[in-house]
């Protein structure tokens, strides 16, 4: 049943696309006779606002190399997998204007029905709607309201300062293209433009929702996949750390059987279980910030403040040594087995609060067209031995752009954190979400491209390192445009320690093929 809905909203999909297609072509006619122009004229003329209405359509394939070699775990490829596709409207009028994009692919439609495709947090803008909001002109200063990705900062690709909508990384495949994985939120956005060359911007966000993770699938983060390991890990590590203190010398042998059967009992528990999630929809997770930029002499420079919440949540186990006294109370006072309490552990997840100041600066210095960004952020961990809040971190970014020889491009950014007061932090995963971390965090972005005939065929290789984890992911493309039609062969190419945050993909390296029609 779901199935036959999934086609029937395909092929509805598909034939608004096409309808949407034959309206542009016709200018925005509305579907009047090409015999009555003059009737149509004035049938458009007497609209209050003019109407837009655009997208493109997307026709293409993507085959995952591993799948090649284990057809028991390959995935099924179905038709909603092969096409998607856009759709915007947009109207203005004299003093204000709509805007309405549409996301019309698997996912997109798929969550339509399917609740669990949200994640579970309601707070998530449905996949179907890329961005919906009104804009109103009020002299100097514009108000817009709904459903909105903003970018903040200079870089390229996502430096520090850009802290207003989450991102989607539920699929890797299009890490690229950053507004895409922008995942818009409903905000109210006010722009104060103040002379020629300063503004001065104010958000508000009534509450939170985080980075998008897959829950499930070759997707999914090591981080949620390895809750069961992590979590047996850390209690049994503390249960070794305070053992020795509570039970007699006498009763240390039994120790080691104990350990495997704490172990089995653990790993069994949270196997079963679910995160719960903290309910982020409500105006206690609100976000508001502040953002002015101006131009002095060559230079292009911008300070903001923000007040919000990580998009990264802090795993952490409460209750471990209540669990492990209540063991040692059992060892004491009963004969095996000795039966754990599981009950006693809460597992929780959080998206802590902070503050942010930050400040940007770009300028073209020598053919280099330079970006650079710097921010503070300060946590509620102000001593640094709060396990269940990360520690205040500084974060900056370096950048540039530049066309070198032959008509080569090269684009390259730095991003890095740098955690403070790392010598607070625990070793113990369960009582402290960034133990066993680096205090850094450094990657580096860089795109080489070059384009041939007249700019209608491009060739680019992009490589994002982490430099910590020794990982990279490479992803090579060439694309063929003609007109508005736009032919891509590209590839993805995980590599480096499995252990890395994209190393860990090594299995999902792929090859991709499409065709893009715009309108």
């Known amino acids: 049943m779901i199935k036959r809905i999934y086609a029937s909203a395909l092929v509805l999909a598909v034939l608004l696309l096409a309808q949407a297609a034959g309206l542009a072509a016709q200018d925005f006619g509305f579907g009047f006779d090409e015999t009555e122009p003059a ?21 293409g394939l993507q085959i995952f190399v591993q799948d090649l070699k284990d057809a028991d775990t390959a995935e099924t490829v179905s038709a909603l997998d092969v096409i998607s596709g856009k759709l915007n409207f947009s109207a203005s009028g004299e003093k204000a204007d709509a805007h309405l994009g549409l996301n019309l692919s698997a996912a997109s ?4 029905w399917d609740k669990s495709a949200s994640l579970g947090n309601p707070t998530y803008t449905p996949l179907i709607i890329d961005e919906a909001y009104l804009r109103g002109y009020l002299g100097p200063v514009d108000i817009e309201a709904g459903l909105r990705k903003l970018t903040w900062g200079r870089a390229d690709s996502l430096g520090p300062l850009d802290v207003v909508n989450p991102l989607d990384y539920s699929d890797l495949t299009n890490i690229t293209d950053i507004m895409a994985m922008k995942i818009a939120r409903p905000m109210v956005h006010v722009t104060w433009g103040m002379g020629d060359f300063s503004k001065l911007e104010a958000v508000f966000i009534p509450n939170f929702a985080g980075h998008r993770f897959a829950r499930d699938g070759r997707w999914t983060p090591s981080q949620f996949a390895d809750i069961p390991e992590i979590a047996e890990a850390g209690i049994l590590g503390r249960v070794n750390e305070r053992f020795g203190a509570m039970i007699p010398p006498s009763l240390l042998p039994m120790l080691p059987g104990l350990q495997t059967q704490i172990a089995g009992e653990l790993l069994h528990y949270f196997n079963g279980f679910s995160i719960n999630y903290p309910n982020t929809g409500t105006i206690n997770y609100f976000q508001s910030g502040l953002r002015y930029t101006t131009t002095i002499g060559p230079a292009d420079i911008g300070a903001q403040y923000y007040y919000g919440n990580l998009f990264r949540p802090g795993f952490t186990i409460a209750g471990v040594d209540a669990f492990i006294d209540d063991l040692g109370m059992k060892i004491l006072s009963s004969s095996p087995p000795i039966y754990s309490d599981p009950s006693l552990l809460s597992p929780r997840i959080e998206y802590n609060r902070y503050h942010q100041l930050g400040i940007d600066y770009a300028q073209v210095i020598a053919c280099f067209n330079i970006r650079a960004e710097f921010a503070a952020h300060i946590t509620e961990d102000l001593a640094g031995d709060n396990g269940a809040v990360k520690n205040p971190f500084l974060a900056w970014s370096l950048g540039f752009d530049r066309s070198l020889i032959w008509g080569i491009t090269a684009n390259i950014q730095c991003n890095e954190t740098i955690r403070l007061l790392n010598g607070k932090v625990g070793d113990n995963p369960v009582q402290d979400s960034e133990a066993g971390t680096d205090a850094t965090a450094t990657r580096l972005t860089m795109q080489v491209s070059k384009k041939f005939f007249r700019d209608n065929l491009e060739c680019k290789i992009t490589n994002i390192w982490d430099v910590e984890d020794k990982d990279c992911y490479i992803i090579p493309s060439i694309a063929w445009t003609i007109s508005d039609v736009t032919a891509e062969l590209s590839a993805g190419v995980f590599a480096g320690e499995e252990a890395g945050e994209l190393g860990q993909y090594w299995k999902s390296s792929f090859v991709k093929l499409g065709v893009t029609y715009k309108f």
């Open 39 to 59: 009737a149509a004229a004035n049938n458009a003329s007497l609209l209050p606002f003019k109407l837009k209405i655009g997208g493109e359509i997307n026709a």
């Open 109 to 112: 439609i798929g969550e339509l």
